[in-house]
């Protein structure tokens, strides 16, 4: 079965400062990586997806097959960056997970000013 | 608001007692999703529906738990004897199709007594 670890619960960093959220999955086969956010008080959404390999609000993130490891980078922390960050992943459109995301436990990111 | 809307947003109940949520996803969105979440975790996947078709449940989703889509648009949830377990975040999600891209709902948070 497919395992998603955030080994970090709480990341605190000062404004400016370069931040990396770490994952790390498993998984025998290609899964598809997700990163979801949550700003306080708002719903869970899609940050970015390693298919699309876009920045999203300068979060970027690559998927490293032979560490297994999908980490979330940016290089200049804001404020406004302060939520909590899930990492998550689906099987690949062969399997047959319909779509099904595995979260990992989330960290929560804190940008001091 | 055309995003994804669950009704209520919050439930007390007592222990024994039968509830239901509800989900409206986005309406050109025939993926819906089910998925629970605990202090503290990430969310946990319950149930996936395509249209009106009930094509994958977890192993999490007890006897006590059904859901059900009957025309392919909105979803309920019902659990039935509640348990303090039961007490969580309950999420939905919709998507266009079987992907981990996914359009959260703002949850309905379950509190049993």
């Known amino acids: 079965a497919q395992r998603v670890t955030q080994p970090e619960k709480l990341l605190s960093v000062f404004k400016g400062a370069p931040v990396e959220l770490k994952c790390n999955y498993s998984y025998s086969g290609s899964p598809e990586l997700f990163w979801y956010v949550q700003y306080s008080r708002q719903r869970l959404q899609l940050l970015l997806r390693h298919i699309s390999r876009e920045s999203i609000k300068g979060f970027t993130a690559d998927l490293n097959k032979g560490e297994t490891s999908f980490h979330l980078k940016k290089p200049f922390a804001q404020e406004e960056d302060s939520a909590m960050y899930y990492c998550a992943l689906v099987v690949n459109a062969g399997g047959t997970s319909y779509g099904k995301l595995t979260f990992g436990q989330g960290t929560i990111l804190t940008v001091h000013p | 608001d055309t995003g994804v809307s669950q009704n209520p947003r919050h439930k007390i109940t007592k222990r024994g007692q039968n509830v239901t949520f509800r989900c409206d996803p986005i309406?050109?969105?025939?993926?819906l999703y089910w998925y629970r979440q605990t202090l503290g975790q990430g969310p946990e996947f319950l149930t996936y529906f395509q249209n009106e078709a009930q094509l994958e449940k977890s192993r999490l989703l007890s006897d006590r738990f059904s859901a059900e889509r009957p025309k392919g648009s909105f979803s309920t949830l019902e659990i039935q004897r509640t348990e303090q377990g039961d007490s969580a975040m309950y999420l939905c999600?919709?998507?266009?199709?079987?992907?981990?891209?996914?359009?959260f709902g703002p949850g309905t948070r379950l509190t049993v007594l």
């Open positions: 999600a919709s998507s266009r199709r079987a992907s981990g891209e996914q359009f």
């Open positions: 309406s050109e969105h025939n993926r």
